[in-house]
């Protein structure tokens, strides 16, 4: 049981970091964290044009993060569960803030990351989901 404490400690410790190397911008320490160049490497981001994303395609992506002048990301209601010995689901929900050339956008977002690992816990999958605001009254 100790063992799996210490593996959820590495996985938590990476879903929270990703927040952190997005708004410094730490491109390397974010590519580190996804298998990426794994031919089953997805993502479904919650921006236009909401398609399936490959590694290629999500390298680029994390490439364009110095255009934006600055990131906040709150990570919220995380939740880890071990599918297996080393496939991990996690879930939660983002608010976050971007700014990008002088215009804000905002939003929360539910996310599931899974994690397998292949010496080191990475990023097979990711999908984000944006959460519609609420409307007053």
Known sequence: MRVQ????????????????A??????SRILKMYDSFNPKFSSFEDVPDYSLVDGS???RFI???????????????VRLDFLAKDVALVTGVD???????GRVSKGRSRFTIIFW???????IHEHFTRIPRQKDG
């Open 117 to 123: 690992r292949r010496g080191t816990w990475k990023v």
């Open 22 to 27: 997005i708004s410094t911008k730490n491109k």
């Open 5 to 20: 404490e210490e593996e959820r400690q590495k996985i938590l410790s990476r879903v929270m970091a990703v927040p952190e």
């Open 63 to 77: 490439e364009e993060l110095s255009e934006i002048k600055s990131a906040s990301i709150d990570r919220q209601k």
């Open 57 to 59: 395609r999500f390298r």
């Open 95 to 101: 608010d976050w803030r971007i700014e990008t050339r």
